[in-house]
Each structure stands twice: as structure tokens, then as C-alpha cells.
């Protein structure tokens, strides 16, 4: 399910997925499948000035690492955030946070991507 509301400089995002997986041959769950995923987008843009920001967060279940289900990624939450300018027409500067808080994305033993930044130049030919 889906849903994205609109007003003239703001808009947002909502959506959740249920999964329910499971092998037929041995009644486990798949691995790396989380049951529960939400996720939240709101974004603003002033469009006059060409600057806008937005933010993930995403919310993601527990899930299985080996198919016998014993070895498991807990719950975690993930934000991300961007602020960009559009510097003409054709061209656009942005910088990206992700993970912004350093989630270790329910598996602290195993190395994940932290915190990162960039920034990008977009040009539109």
C-alpha cells in the first residue's frame, strides 16, 4: 500500500509492506525477508527559489539470516536525507546524508554501509 499527498510546496509518502514467506519444503521463513517494511517520505520544495528538501525513514522488520532461522537481522530504523538547488534549467547541486543516525541495520556483527554523505552535481543534456 501506498499513499503520496500533495500540497503546492509539500508532499509525502507512505507505505507498508506485509510479507509472508515461507519454503514449502521445510515451513521456514525465507531468509532476508523481513515481514514488516514502512517507509516515510515527506519532501518540500520551494519552487521559486529552486531549493527543496526530503527525508527517508524507513522502518524494517526482523529477518532470517540461514534458512534453519536461527541466525537473525533484528528490527532497525534507517533515515536519510537530501537538500538540493536547482541551478538553472539543466542542472542541479544536491548533498545526500544516509543513515544519517548510523544504524547498524539490525546486524552489528556483520560490516554495513554507516553513515555516508555526498554530493552530487546533476547536469540534464
Request: aromatic letters at 16%.
Amino acid at each position: 500500500m501506498c499513499r503520496t499527498y500533495l500540497f503546492e510546496e509539500f508532499s509525502a509518502s507512505l507505505s507498508y509492506t506485509y510479507t509472508d514467506s515461507e519454503n514449502k519444503e521445510t515451513g521456514k521463513e525465507l531468509t532476508y525477508t523481513p515481514k514488516h517494511f514502512f517507509s516515510f517520505s515527506p519532501a518540500y520544495e520551494l519552487k521559486r527559489y529552486g531549493l527543496g528538501a526530503s527525508a527517508t525513514i524507513s522502518y524494517i522488520g526482523k529477518q532470517y539470516k540461514n534458512s534453519d532461522n536461527t541466525d537473525q537481522i533484528d528490527e532497525h530504523t534507517v533515515v536519510d536525507a537530501k537538500i538540493f538547488k536547482y541551478l538553472s534549467d539543466k542542472a542541479k547541486l544536491s548533498f545526500e546524508a544516509d543513515n544519517i543516525f548510523d544504524s547498524d541495520k539490525g546486524d552489528e556483527g556483520n560490516f554495513r554501509t554507516g553513515r555516508t554523505f555526498t554530493a552530487k552535481l546533476d547536469v540534464y543534456f
